[in-house]
């Protein structure tokens, strides 16, 4: 259960960092905060920043929608035993993963610009895709305080 | 369990209001860069130069670096006229500020490479700023996007921002588009020879500008 915790608060605050980057990409606010770096209008003006017409960060707040949509159906009491949620959860991230491995190489060896806000929604869904497969490997349990029934070699 | 939809409802509301935050205090252009200034004094600049200075044909372009025509040529025409005309010692290429007032921030992209220029890098910014040419549609405000290109085209950002902040170049962009107006400059990119005003009635090509080089170096002899 504590994964899925997990799962679902990170998911929250994937989906805000991509909520930003999306309602940026539509015009609200002035220019996108990125530091010193810079970086961030570089990727965010490149033609790489529209997908199938849409812009990019628009599929990171489906896609995190989504995840949390799951995690928190998965928590329900009824639904804490079921194997099958952590699958989904595994199937999700696994496919947030790869766009953001295709989107990181973009900005890495075509753009040559490093957006932070893209980097830090890399580092949500990769840690997001290892505690799914992490849940993967765990009983279900019905506990409140994420006690699953430990086993040796198994994370809790 | 319920701890834990207090902790979701929590964050929630402060990732929130941290969105909402960063939307409305994102980078701005400083005033000082992005409008005309009060006044206008002459420093005795006349614009950055490409070429050598003993070639016979130089060409003055007034350029807006908001306008796409002008990007347009730099980044097709002006390699090959570089590479054929400029860098063989036959012109000397000049660029001179004509900020059109239709272009909400083309002033403030003169301005960012006047302060790459302080550095020694005018040409580098140029060049990021017609490449990456897609924050001119956008209509956004660039300050980040220019300081990314600035960073880029090898500028210290930190001398740019206070350059840019003080508005540093502001009046030398001014005077340089005053400058045009008395030599009838009605658009961009606008060019003249040797000070003579170039009429085309399309957008020239590397061809043009070696025929007008060639026909002024033959009558020089």
Not at chain 1, 77 to 82: D, V
Not at chain 1, 132 to 146: E, K, Q, V
Not at chain 2, 32 to 39: D, E, K, S, Y
Request: net charge positive.
């Amino acid at each position: 259960m504590r994964q899925r915790q997990a799962i679902a608060l990170l998911a929250l605050v994937g989906l805000f960092v991509a909520l930003y980057l999306w309602l940026h990409a539509l015009g609200f606010g002035g220019a996108i905060k990125c530091g010193v770096s810079g970086g961030c209008e570089t990727v965010q003006t490149s033609q790489w920043a529209v997908f199938l017409g849409l812009p990019v960060a628009f599929y990171g707040v489906v896609g995190y929608c989504a995840v949390l949509g799951v995690a928190l159906a998965s928590l329900r009491p009824l639904a804490l035993a079921q194997r099958q949620w952590n699958v989904m959860l595994v199937s999700l991230a696994s496919v947030g993963l790869f766009f953001t491995i295709y989107l990181t190489y973009l900005e890495l060896f075509v753009i040559h610009a490093i957006c932070r806000w893209c980097v830090g929604s890399a580092a949500i869904i990769t840690l997001i895709w290892i505690v799914a497969l992490l849940s993967l490997r765990s009983p279900g349990t019905r506990t409140d305080h994420g006690a699953s029934q430990q086993q040796p070699g198994q994370p809790v | 369990m319920n701890r834990f939809y207090a902790i979701v409802a929590v964050l929630a509301v402060v990732l929130g209001i941290a969105v909402f935050a960063l939307l409305r205090t994102g980078g701005t252009a400083p005033a000082a860069a992005v409008g005309a200034p009060p006044t206008v004094v002459d420093d005795g600049f006349r614009g950055y130069t490409l070429g050598q200075g003993s070639a016979r044909v130089e060409i003055t372009e007034y350029v807006d670096f908001e306008c796409p025509v002008c990007a347009s040529f730099a980044t097709i025409q002006m390699p090959t006229i570089k590479e054929q005309l400029i860098n063989t010692g036959r012109v000397r290429w000049r660029f001179r500020d004509y900020p059109l007032p239709i272009h909400k921030y083309s002033r403030f992209a003169a301005h960012a490479a006047q302060c790459a220029g302080a550095q020694g890098h005018y040409f580098e910014m140029q060049d990021q700023l017609f490449t990456h040419h897609q924050w001119a549609q956008t209509g956004k405000d660039p300050s980040d996007l220019f300081r990314s290109l600035a960073q880029a085209a090898g500028v210290d950002l930190k001398a740019y921002d206070t350059c840019m902040e003080a508005g540093r170049y502001a009046q030398r962009i001014e005077f340089s588009r005053q400058e045009g107006d008395q030599l009838l400059v009605d658009g961009t990119p606008t060019f003249f020879a040797n000070g003579k005003k170039l009429d085309f009635r399309r957008l020239p090509g590397s061809d043009d500008f070696k025929a007008i080089a060639d026909s002024i170096i033959a009558h020089s002899h």
